[in-house]
């Protein structure tokens, strides 16, 4: 009954600012043993590595094109991860998922790989116009 729910997206424009929240959810879910990574996709691309965190909040990885203008966060007390996303170009459109996995990791590109995630959100649509 795991359950991950993203919220927060929606429409901006051009350097603007969204936050996405991730709620997890699920009576035998141990939040804080697993990474939090986000995703997205665009219509007709590959879904897109774009930030993860681990489970204790120590390591995080962003992909380059949002270094320096996104950050990522979690509340383990909440059981609740969040995608800052500030100075939001067009480029950034997309629908984002929040997904979380039981892993550890070390090592460049090891939170990319969307395959080590167990649970997937539905998603939420960002659109940044121009």
């Known amino acids: 009954q795991v359950q991950l729910v993203e919220s927060g997206g929606g429409l901006v424009q051009a350097g603007g600012s969204l936050r996405l929240s991730c709620v997890a959810s699920?009576?035998?879910?141990?939040?804080?043993?697993?990474?939090l990574g986000w995703f997205r996709q665009a219509p007709g691309q590959e879904r897109e590595f774009v930030a993860a965190i681990s489970g204790r909040g120590g390591s995080t990885d962003f992909t380059n094109s949002v270094k320096g203008r996104f950050t990522i966060s979690r509340d383990n007390a909440k059981n609740t991860g969040y995608l800052q996303m500030n100075s939001l170009k067009p480029e950034d459109t997309a629908v984002y998922y929040c997904a979380a996995g039981l892993f550890s990791c070390s090592g460049d590109g090891c939170y990319a790989g969307y395959n080590r995630y167990n649970y997937w959100g539905q998603g939420t649509q960002v659109t940044v116009s121009s």
């Open positions: 699920g009576r035998t879910f141990t939040f804080n043993f697993h990474a």
